[in-house]
């Protein structure tokens, strides 16, 4: 007996809507992902903990009529070191860094760096993967959200970001030019870190891992993408293989213009890429890689969402689904919710990936 799902949706003008399934949110992902076919666009848009600050249950309303296919293991991490750096003040984490927030519910950033000389990079303590995650509770948690039979996430941090975080932004910027035997040596050192902290991972009940690190600004890479490949595919490719050899799948994200190094993703088997798609170009990327890998568009958080009506949001949206979305599969909804973001148009977003979500598509 096949299973029928039944979701009720209360559109923008209070009227009711139905909609009819017989995927669960796990398996909705999984086909969007691998192009074979999903009933609708999934959902895994989020907010920022600022933004529940601001609108609290409000906010959470919204995600009651839109249901997420994702499961939120975030209220588990209490030992989560990058989820302490949305608190306000400072405070230490377990790799010796000391960050600072005066704006609470916003990303912080480090003040001091416990490597920022590389001379002692032989002698320094790598924590472990258990004093970052709580893996025994991440355990628990993640057989209660199975009942919920959602799409599971792991998280496998951040690899550049936490070199600049040790290091110095400036510093780690200097060393990937000079290629210098101590910046090696850290680098040699995170990657197996990272890779056991991956392992940790993959031993429980997840489906994929998301990574995240920002190579972008707003004209384009941080650094020559000739060195990115020297020194940094390696490293994700390493990372990438261990995932998928235990058959889960790869998410990326990245701010800024990193157009370049998008087929190098591809090619190092990143499935889910989450880019800004309007920074980067809509129809450029679109042209490139619309079929090939499953996009999260991040919707414009500088513009679009704070300050744009919501009938330009919905547009925008169908616009998306258009580009990436017309191929069995490959795009799911990922927009980011800011304590800048009106309410309303939250609802937007979330309202028109359902609305022209739906397939097969019908984007009239």
């Not at 958080?301 to 990436?324: A, N, S």
Request: contains cysteine; charged residues 30%.
């Amino acid at each position: 007996m096949q299973l029928i799902n039944y979701y009720l949706y209360i559109s923008k003008n209070n009227k009711l809507f139905i909609q009819v399934s017989n995927l669960d949110p796990q398996e909705r992902v999984i086909k969007a992902v691998e192009f074979k076919g999903p009933d609708k666009i999934p959902n895994g848009c989020y907010h920022l903990p600022g933004a529940l600050n601001r609108y609290g249950d409000k906010l959470l309303s919204l995600y009651r009529r839109y249901p997420r296919d994702f499961a939120d293991l975030y209220h588990w991490w209490h030992a989560s070191e990058l989820l302490k750096a949305y608190e306000a003040g400072t405070f230490k984490d377990a790799w010796g860094c000391v960050w600072i927030n005066i704006h609470p519910g916003l990303f912080g950033r480090v003040k001091e760096y416990p490597l920022k000389d590389l001379s002692n990079v032989d002698s320094y303590e790598f924590p472990a993967p258990d004093e970052l995650i709580d893996f025994n509770s991440m355990r628990k948690a993640i057989k209660e959200e199975r009942k919920e039979k959602k799409y599971i996430l792991g998280d496998g941090e951040n690899f550049f970001e936490r070199l600049h975080w040790l290091h110095g932004f400036t510093e780690t910027l200097i060393d990937i030019t000079k290629e210098n035997r101590e910046f090696k040596t850290l680098m040699e050192r995170m990657l197996k870190f990272k890779l056991e902290f991956i392992e940790r991972w993959l031993e429980l009940d997840i489906d994929g891992i998301y990574f995240l690190d920002d190579w972008g600004t707003m004209k384009g890479l941080m650094i020559n993408p000739e060195k990115w490949r020297k020194l940094f595919k390696p490293c994700y490719k390493a990372m990438f293989d261990k995932v998928h050899k235990k058959g889960c799948h790869v998410f990326f994200h990245s701010d800024g213009k990193v157009l370049e190094i998008i087929p190098d993703l591809v090619e190092i088997g990143v499935d889910a890429l989450n880019v800004q798609v309007s920074l980067i170009g809509v129809d450029l990327l679109a042209e490139k890689f619309a079929g090939k890998i499953c996009i999260l568009p991040d919707i414009d958080r500088q513009h679009l969402l704070p300050f744009g009506k919501p009938r330009e949001i919905e547009e925008h949206i169908k616009y998306l689904i258009k580009k990436f979305g017309d191929f069995n599969g490959g795009i799911i909804s990922w927009g980011e919710i800011g304590p800048d973001v009106p309410l309303e148009n939250a609802e937007a977003m979330l309202y028109a990936f359902e609305k022209y979500g739906q397939y097969p598509l019908n984007l009239q």
